[in-house]
């Protein structure tokens, strides 16, 4: 319950403070509002160019662009300008929510949600009697190296194609979100309502 | 018991046919020979080129070429000329196992040794009380598009460039294997050795 208390706070805040992907806010407040449910770190799905200094050393790497929706050729062309130092990567990465859920039995609901919501690569990331953590994934990643060190290694059609095609996946990833939504009302008519969500944000909770 | 005896069977059947990878077999069977803990599908990591006709759909896909070790510039050109339909992708994974605690405790353990040798995309596939499925995995992985139909849309300047950057990320992630074995070995020390491996397969098993 505490913990629940604390992501829901820190939830609200960040909704308030425009750090939360817009296009997927009403679908979290409807998971947080389930009994026995919350998340803790969601992102509704990007398109990017990022790049590494050194590979794998996440905490080093800067986006030049990222976006929660198709990209633009023009877009793309003219953030790989301030490209510098390190490898250049083209990412699409599709939705991802962390969701806990408060035992075994709602943990299991979550990751069956999330498979036959068609996120193929739904897991669970960590468990414990009271804290079942899911990941609802899917694969449709690309990761598409441009060049280094502010040097572009790629034609102007093979970014066009390839900034198609991570727009495609992108799109593709996205287009599931509905029926994870209808999945999670599902689920809240079944396991009820928290009343705790109610009593933390009346005013974000009159929306949902 | 009997689920691992199963899998034990379908293990010894495919090393002998040699459809298992050469440079992970010592470690498969030092897993397998743990009591309570069995493999069901593994692979030691690839670097690859594959067409696919329509992006997402894994069965209708056909690898131009496929090496668990790295691969030169000469043999990725060579199998492009027979690319003839469908999205071209140059691939790097890394090495990937699924295993089976018999239990709960032993799922979280095997979990664990997967994080603790480095293979940071380490979560659970599935969840009962005597089936516990974990995915050793990391997150190493490159999706390049090449061309499609056919149709080659990078120079060769771009393609000895991805296919460094692949075989460095396949040498990276397989690099951990050894960390992993010495892990497994002390898993091994602690729950101990299963009779039933060395019941069924004493040639084999002599070698572990």
Redesign the interface.
């Known amino acids: 319950m505490r913990a629940k208390r604390e992501a829901l706070k820190t939830l609200f805040t960040a909704i308030k403070e425009c750090k939360v992907d817009s296009d997927i806010i009403d679908l979290l407040l409807l998971i947080n509002s389930i009994k026995g449910v919350y998340t803790t770190s969601s992102c509704s799905g990007r398109v990017g160019i990022i790049e590494e200094p050194k590979?794998?050393a996440k905490p080093l790497s800067r986006w030049l662009i990222k976006k929660h929706f198709p990209i633009t050729f023009e877009e793309a062309k003219n953030s790989l300008k301030a490209a510098q130092k390190g490898?250049i990567f083209l990412k699409a990465q599709p939705p991802i929510f962390h969701i806990v859920g408060e035992n075994?039995e709602i943990?299991?609901k979550l990751?069956e949600i999330g498979l036959s919501s068609g996120f193929k690569y739904t897991?669970?990331?960590a468990?414990s009697k009271e804290r079942v953590l899911v990941?609802i994934n899917s694969?449709?990643?690309?990761?598409?190296?441009l060049?280094?060190d502010g040097r572009i290694?790629?034609?102007d059609?093979?970014l066009e194609?390839?900034i198609n095609?991570a727009n495609?996946?992108l799109k593709?990833s996205k287009s599931r979100l509905p029926r994870l939504e209808k999945n999670f009302k599902k689920l809240k008519e079944e396991l009820g309502e928290d009343e705790l969500f109610y009593e933390l944000n009346p005013p974000m909770a009159r929306y949902i």
């Open positions: 590979i794998g490898v075994v943990g299991k990751h897991t669970f990331k468990l990941e694969t449709e990643y690309l990761t598409v190296p060049g280094g290694l790629i034609s059609e093979y194609f390839s095609l495609e996946m593709r």
